[in-house]
């Protein structure tokens, strides 16, 4: 079974940092680029970072450009999202979501449940 | 970047009903465009992928058309699974962008 499991959300104060996880199985996880996706509550969803399958290639929304990265390790079917210099307008549930393909540039076929990250003094 | 702007916001409609939701880019993105279903608490659910291709599993009565600027997606009859928020998805350029949803709920 295709499943994608995010972790590592929680409340952390403003210019604090974090990092996501979004853990892979049921497929070739090397083969397919992934991106994060959020959605801040009661608000509509905000595409924020992608990846290509070989980790080559990233890609960032301007809103978190120079204070997000995207990361993953192929060896451990895993997704990361480090997150620095958190503001309140970060606060959302963050997904996890795999493209069709592994350059990016397709849409999602698979999503994870979400963590929600809280930005707050 | 490149805007998507859907119509309408909201949607009141019953059962049985045929109901058509338009998704407007602000420069051409080809076919490159996705619908999504969500609903409260879950995840978004794919279901149409390059404007009018249905994704596996998807009921056929969920159709896409457009391309360029225009699209939109019609749901033929609705059924009681199908109140939900929709949203469309460009990804022709490489910071993608979603639509800022479409409320389907029952009149």
């Known amino acids: 079974e295709v499943q994608l499991l995010e972790s590592g959300g929680g409340l952390v104060q403003p210019g604090g940092s974090l990092r996501l996880s979004c853990a892979a199985s049921g497929f070739t996880f090397r083969n397919y680029a992934m991106s994060w996706v959020r959605q801040a509550p009661g608000k509509g969803l905000e595409w924020v970072s992608g990846?290509?399958?070989?980790?080559?290639?990233?890609y960032y929304a301007d809103s978190v450009k120079g204070r997000f990265t995207i990361s993953r390790d192929n060896s451990k079917n895993t997704l990361y999202l480090q997150m620095n210099s958190l503001r309140a307008e970060d606060t959302a549930v963050y997904f996890c979501?795999?493209?069709?393909?592994?350059?990016?540039?397709?849409?999602?076929?698979?999503w994870g449940q979400g963590t929600m990250v809280t930005i707050s003094s | 970047d490149i805007q998507m702007t859907q119509s309408p916001s909201t949607l009141s409609a019953s059962v049985g009903d045929r109901v058509t939701i338009t998704c407007r880019a602000s420069?051409?993105?080809?076919?490159?465009l996705a619908w999504y279903q969500q609903k409260p608490g879950k995840a978004p659910k794919l279901l149409i992928y390059k404007a009018s291709s249905l994704e596996s599993g998807v009921p056929s009565r969920f159709s896409g058309s457009g391309s360029g600027t225009e699209f939109t997606l019609t749901i033929s009859s609705l059924q009681p699974d199908d109140f939900a928020t929709y949203y469309c998805q460009q990804y022709d350029s490489d910071t993608f962008t979603f639509g800022q949803g479409t409320k389907l709920q029952i009149k």
């Open positions: 990846i290509s399958g070989s980790g080559i290639n990233t």
């Open positions: 979501a795999k493209e069709e393909s592994g350059s990016h540039g397709h849409p999602f076929d698979m």
């Open positions: 420069q051409t993105i080809s076919s490159w």
